[in-house]
């Protein structure tokens, strides 16, 4: 199992056009992406700022994903709202 945070800044004003966009690729994501267990995004408490946790199967579901048409069209609407790359972090359970 693969277990992500990402964190994404957004630019000021362009909050609501990200977050219809971070709603469709998510509801893309979980019902066309084999392999995906969980990819839900989050407002957080600092303006401007979501976070998207995500759970996978194995690196080859995210590399599939990353491919997936949807996301290819997606992706430069996605961009066009944030002023830098977003961050993520790998997660392992504590076992």
Known sequence: MLNMVVT????????KEFEALAKQ???????QDKG???????RAETPQTYIL???WTDMAAVEAHLKADHFVALWP???ACVPEK???????PID
């Open 86 to 92: 977003f961050s993520a972090v790998r997660m392992t």
């Open 25 to 31: 690729m998510a509801a893309n994501t979980v019902a």
């Open 77 to 79: 609407k996605l961009t």
């Open 8 to 15: 994404q800044r957004v630019n000021a004003g362009m909050e």
């Open 36 to 42: 995906c267990v969980r990819y839900e995004w989050y």
């Open 53 to 55: 946790i995500e759970s």
